[in-house]
């Protein structure tokens, strides 16, 4: 899968799965109240199991997941590095 691919699925994902259809990419959506904290484990198996794209303990971070834009930079980095 190349990596605009994956961005778009995951911006449907997220749009849908939070019903937000005006959600801007760069927008927070741990900081807006958009998603609860748990949410982050849906982003994780989301990105891993449809995807395919392999996470490390190192990208758990909240910065990698706070944005559509934050979670597409991570996926072309880890299209690239796999």
Do not use: C
Request: hydrophobic residues 45%.
């Amino acid at each position: 899968m190349d990596a605009a691919t994956a961005r778009a699925q995951l911006r449907d994902f997220v749009v849908n799965s939070l019903a937000k259809p005006h959600l801007n990419d760069g927008d927070d959506i741990f900081e807006i109240g958009e998603a609860p904290s748990l949410y982050s484990l849906e982003l994780v198996l989301f990105l891993e199991e449809t995807l395919g794209i392999p996470l490390d303990d190192d990208d758990l971070t909240l910065a990698n997941f706070a944005t559509i834009e934050a979670m597409g930079i991570l996926i072309e980095h880890k299209l690239q590095t796999s």
